[in-house]
């Protein structure tokens, strides 16, 4: 099934160099704040509240576009940190609403109210991509795909590990993980065990069809994170 492209986002995005950020562990340490902040575009990836000081050297500061699935507790505390959605340009919910649709629309419908652009990945297209690669993507794996839809010269990403490469245990750095769970947006400590398939996120199955699209799209560029595991 084909994508369904948003046309003022196709704008912010041709020709660009752009940054997608993911909250992994490995982030820590790494000095790179400035180099993400340099790109063109910075999306992020679960940052529904302001990121906290202590990790802006690592993970930088700015934040350009806003991807979330939008479930129930992130619409929540995204609600409660409007402040920081209004400095975005853009909102982009990329997982299925099931029970929450309408919230999603009234949420996103929130965010055009105060002048943010608003992108919903169609369902449809969505279900069909969970069946091609035999699994419900994580929804930041659904970005990576979706913003490869678009004239992008590149796309660096970081702070992906596919939840350390389906094993689990420590996914999140830890500041990062206790503002989630002080905001509300993630409810508890206890990851998923071993392979995650029980939460309906087959991490083997993304690693899989990642592998092949870094193969076809060269203007797919890594963290050492990922260069580690994807030789």
């Known amino acids: 099934m084909k994508y369904i492209k948003d046309e003022k986002l196709a704008e912010l995005l041709d020709g660009k160099r752009v940054a997608f950020v993911a909250p992994g562990a490995h982030l820590v340490g790494t000095g790179q704040g400035n180099k993400i902040d340099d790109y ?3 999306i992020r990836a679960g940052q529904v509240f302001p990121i906290d000081g202590r990790l802006k050297r690592d993970v930088g500061e700015r934040t350009d576009i806003l991807l979330h699935s939008f479930n129930i507790i992130g619409i929540s ?44 990945v169609d369902e449809d297209y969505m279900k ?24 992008i010269k590149e796309l660096f ?22 503002n989630a769970i002080k905001e509300g947006s993630i409810t508890s400590r206890n990851m998923h065990q071993i392979t995650g398939i029980g939460d309906g996120h087959d991490q083997a199955k993304q690693i899989t069809h990642f592998k092949y699209l870094l193969k076809n799209n060269k203007n797919i560029k890594l963290d050492y994170y990922l260069k580690r595991n994807f030789k």
Do not use: P, W
Not at 85 to 113: A, D, P
Not at 159 to 177: A, I, R, V, W
């Open 40 to 42: 063109d575009v910075v």
């Open 77 to 120: 505390t995204a609600n409660n940190n409007i402040d920081f959605i209004k400095s975005m340009k853009y909102v982009i919910c990329s997982m299925i609403g099931g029970g929450c649709v309408m919230l999603q629309n009234e949420f996103l419908g929130r965010c055009r109210r105060l002048g943010i652009g608003t992108h919903k």
């Open 128 to 151: 069909h991509f969970f069946e091609e690669i035999g699994s419900r993507a994580n929804s930041g794996y659904v970005g990576i795909n979706v913003l490869l839809k678009y004239n």
């Open 157 to 178: 990403l970081t702070g992906f590990s596919f939840y350390n490469m389906g094993e689990y245990g420590t996914t999140y750095n830890s500041q990062y993980l206790a």
